[in-house]
């Protein structure tokens, strides 16, 4: 319970900020602050992955891209054509489809989005897995190049499918009803709600996360950070705790990618661009690593400023920049610059000595 | 497949393969002095072929050719004195994202320094058109010239290596940082130099490869990470093994795209990228034995 009234000063924040805003009349703020809160979703996965495992990911816009990709093209792509093929007629008669009319008036035999999103973040999950076995058993380099060389190879095969639109991405992606009356989409007159709608699900998990860290397998994860062999010897099954913290990460970036692409009505092939990883890796970086709160904050700042456009065509620079920055000269994190109380002090990623 | 297409595909593979290499081995000099895997490899070759196309319309190719190799190396310089040569023992992850960082930083100047079109250097002997017959297949007198620089390279390279006291300083450090600071060699500046001389062989194959494979300011990422597949590939720090497992990984690739759709040339050599990190991370020709002590 004391983490749920840690996490209401927040809630007070937000909505503080959806207030605010209507007061102004500026609400349009709320459109990138919803899209900013998606991507912080992923991003505090990442964290604790990177941060509390000590794995380095730079293929997570790969997972967001699979999320996303497959909820769209399975929302999206017409069935009506193969209606007669028996998987399609399994899953009408499972009432996993819906159907309705194009913009041109014409039959539409589509995926019932929540069908749709479990499939995708089950997809995420197998993939995760599957590549997770035999990647976390690399480490430093060979770890960072082999999650590198899964997100470019999820970006060429977007690139290069013509189901998932090649360089166009899918457009006219439905909205997502997740609960009745609480309408994942893009409309203005919905972006009030939107906005809880995300923030509740990016608080929710943090709240999980919060909860897992210090948890003993928060705990696990700690000690495999500090010594993979310190704990292997205490008993810490190392790589069911790595490949665990992986598929979790991976799942949020899935349901980050899933919501995203039904609030924006679309998705792109970009989304699954190595800058996108390296994106996510500098923000986590610039929160401190093992600081779940830190990866929050500086997830929303940062993704709010670059979709406000505040950085012009200088975007992918500025995170380069922070990136290098933060690493010379503060590696723990852009809050271990300010002098703080030492009982508040959060699990360093300490730099090891590597050298002899 | 008939003789002439089997010969076409395979020059193809030795051209890219050639490319692969000396980025491989640029990564070998930095891995080898320094411990660290520099992901900025690439961006030297984009430069190498960036600088020299904007330096020849003011001189003549050789020239330009020259002074962008030197260019490249001197930002190579600059680089490792600005952000790396002042850190005391950084770890693994940190070193990883700085040089990420470097990266980003290099390509995004690139793109506003040059744009987002796509250049190229004129061919070096005749032109588009001009070929040479090799059993029946034509091959451009460009392939030649790339795999001439790339043999040539590789030897001064090894002699550099064996017989001048700089490369054998430079040896020293690699083996043993502590015995070398005993006998008076300053690794600091090994590290600097080692940058600088993968720097200046990136160059000069973004240079010789610019006619052929046309110069953009995003080919350094795709580079890198093939760059990086062959070095384990050969064995990490192993030069021999890279030019071997260079050629390989060109020809594999070569041969692919007759039978998986181009758009997948990429994600093959990837895809043997990640089989060999799971089966095999010693490389082919690497020893386990002598992985196991590294610092990874």
Not at chain 1, 289 to 302: D, K, S, T
Request: charged content about 10%; proline content about 4%; aromatic content about 10%.
């Amino acid at each position: 319970m004391k983490r749920l009234y840690a996490i209401l000063p927040l809630l007070g924040v937000v909505v503080l900020i959806q207030m605010l805003t209507t007061w102004m009349g500026t609400q349009f703020y709320l459109t990138q602050m919803t899209m900013a809160a998606y991507y912080s979703l992923l991003i505090i996965g990442l964290c604790v992955l990177m941060g509390y495992a000590g794995q380095i990911s730079l293929g997570h816009a790969g997972f967001f891209a699979i999320g996303g990709y497959l909820s769209a093209a399975l929302t999206t792509r017409n069935l009506m054509p193969y209606r007669e093929e028996w998987l399609v007629r399994l899953l009408d008669s499972g009432g996993l489809l819906q159907s309705g009319k194009d913009m041109y008036g014409s039959d539409l035999l589509v995926v019932w989005p929540w069908a749709a999103a479990l499939f995708a973040v089950l997809m995420a999950a197998l993939i995760a897995i599957l590549i997770g076995i035999p990647v976390l058993k690399l480490k430093g380099h060979y770890l960072a190049m082999a999650t590198l060389g899964f997100g470019i190879i999820i970006y060429r095969l977007v690139l290069a499918t013509p189901w998932f639109g090649e360089a166009d991405g899918i457009s006219g992606v439905p909205p997502f009803e997740l609960l009745p009356g609480l309408v994942v989409r893009g409309d203005v007159s919905g972006r009030v709600q939107n906005y809880y709608i995300a923030w509740g699900m990016l608080l929710f998990g943090l709240f999980l996360l919060l909860n897992l860290i210090n948890s003993r397998i928060g705990r696990a994860l700690r000690a495999i950070h500090g010594s993979e062999e310190a704990a292997d010897a205490m008993g810490v099954n190392i790589s069911r705790f790595k490949l665990q913290t992986f598929v979790l990460s991976a799942v949020f970036a899935a349901i980050a990618g899933i919501l995203l692409t039904h609030f924006n009505g679309g998705i792109g092939p970009s989304e699954a661009g190595v800058m996108k990883s390296v994106r996510y890796v500098a923000i986590v970086a610039v929160g401190g690593m093992a600081h779940l709160w830190g990866a929050l904050i500086m997830g929303v700042l940062l993704n709010f400023l670059s979709l406000r456009g505040v950085f012009g065509s200088y975007d992918d620079a500025v995170f380069g920049l922070i990136l290098i920055l933060i690493m010379l000269f503060a590696p723990n994190g852009i809050l271990t610059l300010l002098p703080r109380k030492k009982d508040q002090a959060p699990v360093q990623a300490a730099p090891k000595d590597e050298e002899a | 497949m008939t003789t002439e297409l089997f010969v076409q595909y395979l020059f193809a593979g030795i051209t890219y393969g050639s490319i692969y290499a000396i980025v491989a081995i640029g990564f070998n000099i930095i891995y080898n002095t320094t411990g660290i895997i520099n992901f900025a490899q690439g961006e030297f070759v984009m430069l190498g072929g960036m600088i020299s196309v904007s330096l020849l319309p003011y001189m003549p190719l050789p020239l330009a050719i020259g002074l962008a190799v030197l260019i490249t190396m001197a930002v190579g310089a600059l680089i490792e004195i600005v952000f790396i040569r002042w850190l005391t023992s950084p770890s693994v992850l940190r070193m990883i994202i700085i040089t990420i960082g470097i990266s980003i930083l290099t390509r995004e100047a690139a793109v506003h320094i040059w744009g987002e079109s796509i250049r190229s250097l004129p061919y070096f002997a005749g032109n588009e058109i001009t070929t040479i017959g090799v059993l029946g297949a034509r091959i451009s007198p460009q392939v030649l010239w790339v795999v001439g620089v790339c043999g040539v390279m590789v030897c001064t390279l090894h002699l550099f290596f064996k017989t001048t006291s700089v490369g054998r300083e430079m040896r020293a450090c690699a083996a043993n940082r502590t015995a070398a600071i005993l006998c008076g060699i300053n690794p600091r500046n090994m590290v600097t130099f080692s940058f600088v001389l993968s720097a200046g062989m990136g160059a000069l194959a973004g240079c010789v490869m610019s006619p052929i494979t046309y110069t953009q300011y995003d080919i350094g990422t795709g580079l890198a990470i093939k760059g990086f597949t062959v070095a384990i590939l050969g064995g990490l720090g192993n030069s021999g093994g890279a030019v071997a497992a260079g050629l390989l990984l060109g020809i594999i690739e070569a041969f692919s795209i007759s039978v998986v759709p181009l758009a997948f040339k990429d994600a093959i050599s990837i895809a043997i990228l990640l089989v060999i990190l799971f089966v095999r991370p010693h490389g082919l020709f690497g020893s386990g034995e002598a992985a196991r002590l590294k610092a990874f």
